[in-house]
């Protein structure tokens, strides 16, 4: 069970790594393909405002990796409870205020991984 958990907290990670990257440093290229449904003339002017969101992006992927180097098996517990919940809340934030595929594709992995943590 804790490999399944590992692959997921990992792909979690990878996810958010993803987002970082667009958000930083690929928003007015591959940004564009994610968010068809965004008017392309504000993708120039919203340029800082999603690497801001890729950077809060790189802290959740840096809290989940942060769990694999942990030792104490209750701090990580704990650890990988409190950024799964956070990539939970921004899904479930997101699928809320922008799209509801943003809960699939953010929050529903997540989830997952934080009740098979707990099993």
Known sequence: MQIVINILIGFVAALHLYFLYFEMFAWNTLGRKVFRNFPKD???PTKS???NQGLYNGFLAAGLIWTFFIEDPHWRFYIAIFFLSC??????????????KIFFVQALPALIALILLHL
Not at 87 to 100: D, E, F, L, N, R
Request: hydrophobic letters at 65%; glycine letters at 10%.
């Open 49 to 51: 405002m999603a690497a």
């Open 87 to 100: 990539v939970i809340i921004a899904g479930v934030y997101g699928a809320i205020t922008v799209s509801k």
């Open 42 to 44: 504000l993708f120039e």
